[in-house]
């Protein structure tokens, strides 16, 4: 597990909740993204829905006692479990590549949002991933094993989903019009807790446990990074791409197109 707090924080200037607004997080894991939004945001409702048991168990203990707060189980491939026109904001963060029926899911967005709503959808593009090492041929070989890497709890898996972010919504034209934000999370230290540390030590050592790479291409590789930081020229980072926009309402649909910036 990495510490998310500078992914959360640029995600959170994207937001800006009214007082007593109310905010949905689809695929919240155990939630950090709204015990930060709460944190913010003082007076409105945070609801977080994920398929997995565990991190909402977690998120329902530690938010125990805080009314504004509430989480469910829930696989949103089969939808929203949500009235219609609930939620002044949608956020959804690195969870669309998993989903089978994007197109579906980004139209029961447009129907949970009250007619002022609005949405971030942001994702990693895992091609992206750049590490300072020497050996290239190592590195590609890795970074495309692990991009490619449909995990078990996945429905699909598409390591592009960032750069294809604008395409996949431009595909429902009528229901959201805003623009595209970038954000490079870079790191120069190789400490536990950073994203880089956390992807060679426990997501790289599952890629191998998982039969994707041989343990000797890992252990070269983890050699490399740590022959870097050793040097102190340990660079590590990841692009994330953003859709910012608000609901068009449905009179509005076909008049005014998705790919309208403002
Ligand atoms: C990479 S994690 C991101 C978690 C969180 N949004 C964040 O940025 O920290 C992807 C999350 O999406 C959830 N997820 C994937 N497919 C889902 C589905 N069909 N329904 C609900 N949640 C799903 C996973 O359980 C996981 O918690």
């Not at 340990?234 to 859709?243: C, P």
Request: charge should be negative.
């Amino acid at each position: 597990m990495y510490d998310k707090t500078a992914l959360i924080d640029h995600l959170l200037t994207l937001v800006d909740l009214q007082p007593s607004g109310a905010l949905l997080d689809v695929g919240c894991g155990d939630g950090q993204m709204l015990f930060a939004a709460s944190n913010v945001f003082g007076s409105s409702s945070f609801f977080g829905i994920d398929m997995m048991p565990a991190p909402i168990q977690r998120a329902e203990s530690l938010s125990r006692g805080e009314s504004r707060l509430s989480f469910v189980i829930h696989d949103v491939d089969e939808g929203l479990p949500c009235p219609d026109g609930a939620f002044d904001y949608i956020l959804c963060c690195n969870v669309l590549e998993c989903i089978k029926r994007k197109e579906y899911l980004l139209r029961e967005m447009h129907r949970v949002l009250n007619a002022a709503g609005k949405v971030v959808i942001s994702h990693f593009d895992y091609d992206t991933i750049v590490f300072n090492v020497t050996n290239r041929d190592g590195y590609r070989k890795i970074l495309h094993a692990y991009s490619d890497w449909k995990q078990p709890w996945m429905g699909e898996c598409d390591p592009w989903t960032g750069r294809k972010l604008w395409g996949i919504l431009n595909r429902v034209p009528g229901l959201f019009v805003g623009e595209m934000k970038s954000f490079v999370l870079h790191e120069t230290e190789y400490r536990e807790g950073a994203k880089g540390y956390s992807f060679v030590k426990e997501e790289l050592r599952d890629l191998v446990k998982h039969g994707a790479i041989a343990p000797q291409e890992y252990e070269a590789f983890s050699a490399d990074v740590e022959n870097a930081v050793r040097n102190n020229e340990f660079f590590f980072s990841i692009n994330l791409y953003t859709f910012v926009g608000r609901k068009v309402e449905s009179r509005a649909c076909g008049s005014e197109s998705t790919t309208t910036s403002r």
